[in-house]
């Protein structure tokens, strides 16, 4: 497989949960994705690594407060960034209040893709942080939350679904979510095709692939094995 190209609609999903250290990886969710689908809240951003330059900056990282502030950077070009990490915090006040040791664990963070101690810091109260390279094709996230990464997915494929049927209460089966749900510590890609040209139909297929850090490795691997999916629906 090709690696997906910006701009281009984003069909296969994969993702690896773990419970045990809150880290799940995804390909196939962009920031946007992330921003709109994810069932916690952010309120503030503060950027480790990217290319945007906000109106407000403290230790040399750019701070994004309020719902509108995301949204602009919702609609900037993130993959053209390539790397882009961020963490969450809760209040405006909090981040005065890192200290040089947090600060250097924020930088490790966002310099290796894996946190020193811990990815979730006292002083900023964060429930996540965002790691990711080429927006929608890798992403490492640590979310306090364990089940909000796979509601992420869920959120999106019904967002698709709803979009291509033009059904704005269609609800995805309940069997679907429970094999996300239970393949999501194993590893899964999930895809989505749009069947049909006036009349469109929906098929969305779950395979087990296990853990997968290199996507390259993983979408070429996965094209050549054929394998058969463990689970498959069509919507219409």
């Known amino acids: ?59 040399n990282f750019e701070l994004l407060e309020g719902k509108e502030s995301i949204n602009e950077l919702k609609l900037d070009d993130i993959y053209n960034y390539g790397d882009f ?59 306090k939350e364990y089940e909000a990464p796979i509601e992420l997915i869920l959120n999106k494929l019904r967002k698709i679904a709803q979009e291509t049927l033009c059904d704005s209460t269609l609800l995805l089966p309940e069997e679907l979510t429970k094999v996300i749900y239970k393949l999501s510590t194993s590893g899964l890609v999930v895809e989505v095709d749009i069947l049909g040209k006036k009349k469109k139909d929906v098929k969305i297929r779950i395979y087990e692939v296990g853990t997968y850090k290199n996507m390259d490795v993983l979408f070429n691997s996965f094209d050549d094995k054929e394998l058969s999916p463990s689970y498959e629906v069509r919507l219409s």
Not at 5 to 32: D, Q
Not at 101 to 108: F, K, M
Not at 121 to 128: K, P, S, Y
Request: net charge negative; proline share 5%.
């Open 1 to 59: 497989m090709i690696k997906r190209l910006k701009n281009k609609p984003i069909r296969e999903m994969y993702m690896k949960s773990s419970s045990e250290n809150h880290e799940t990886v995804f390909s196939g969710i962009t920031f946007a994705d992330f921003i709109e689908f994810i069932p916690v809240p952010i309120e503030n951003i503060m950027l480790l690594k990217s290319g945007y330059i906000s109106c407000k900056s403290m230790h």
């Open 85 to 143: 990490s961020f963490v969450d915090y809760a209040d405006a006040s909090l981040p005065s209040q890192l200290t040089d040791n947090h600060i250097a664990e924020l930088l490790y963070l966002s310099h290796m893709n894996k946190p020193l101690k811990s990815p979730f810091f006292e002083v900023l109260q964060n429930n996540f942080a965002y790691l990711s390279h080429d927006d929608g094709w890798w992403c490492k996230l640590y979310c």
